[in-house]
T-cell receptor, first 115, second 113 residues
Framework: GAVVSQHPSWVICKSGTSVKIECRSL??????MFWYRQFPKQSLMLMAT?????????EQGVEKDKFLINHASLTLSTLTVTSAHPEDSSFYIC???????????FGPGTRLTVL | GENVGLHLPTLSVQEGDNSIINCAYS??????FIWYKQESGKGPQFIID?????DKRQGQRVTVLLNKTVKHLSLQIAATQPGDSAVYFC????????????FGQGTELSVKP
């Protein structure tokens, strides 16, 4: 149980375009979802935390107008990278957790390449 | 704080040997620690966790040791197998800092057959 999926698994886009990444909890209700970014050979960096039905809380240095997060249901959160640039190329990973627990279940990640 | 390395430390071991992966965490007030395994191109996979009121916890082939005095966490893997080759991250949670999961630098484990 506790499976999280992401779609797409990889995406290539042109500079200036927007890309939407979906994160779904398949067999549990994720009251909180997290979005991380990971550059090659580096650790996971938390970008934002979102609670279902509320606005996301962004980490310092993460532009909320550039990385739009929507968590409209208990099983789906989306991350939209707006006006993507090559420096946004990274591995984006989401996770979900249920209310009152520490455990985060991670998705398989989405590889974004901006040309 | 957050530890982000520009490169990953590596550990190379022979198949069948025991592996010890170390992690220095940053917040002395952290309450909960987790070890994750990340294979190339995949998301992190939970291995084992430990609360701050414990100093040792064992799982199947893995043991986590916590030394709060020196803020050190280690993961021991017994009889390391080629399938254990991956990057291993420690992560900490501090409830007095919003309960965010903060990842450590990571160590790349390479198992030679």
């Amino acid at each position: 149980g506790a499976v999280v999926s992401q779609h797409p698994s990889w995406v290539i886009c042109k500079s200036g375009t927007s890309v939407k990444i979906e994160c779904r909890s398949l067999d549990f209700q994720a009251t909180t979802m997290f979005w991380y970014r990971q550059f090659p050979k580096q650790s996971l960096m938390l970008m934002a935390t979102s609670n279902e039905g509320s606005k996301a809380t962004y980490e310092q240095g993460v532009e909320k107008d550039k990385f739009l997060i929507n968590h409209a249901s208990l099983t789906l959160s989306t991350l939209t990278v707006t006006s993507a640039h090559p420096e946004d190329s990274s591995f984006y990973i989401c996770s979900g957790s249920t209310s009152g627990t520490d455990t985060q279940y991670f998705g398989p990640g989405t590889r974004l390449t901006v040309l | 704080g957050e530890n982000v390395g520009l490169h990953l430390p590596t550990l190379s071991v022979q198949e069948g040997d025991n592996s010890i992966i170390n992690c220095a965490y940053s917040n002395s007030a952290s309450d909960y620690f987790i070890w994750y395994k990340q294979e190339s191109g995949k998301g992190p996979q939970f291995i084992i966790d430990i609360r701050s009121n414990m100093d040792k916890r064992q799982g199947q082939r893995v043991t986590v040791l916590l030394n709060k005095t020196v803020k050190h966490l280690s993961l021991q893997i017994a009889a390391t197998q080629p399938g254990d080759s991956a990057v291993y991250f420690c992560a900490e949670i501090s409830y007095n800092q919003g309960g965010k999961l903060i990842f450590g630098q990571g160590t790349e484990l390479s198992v030679k057959p």
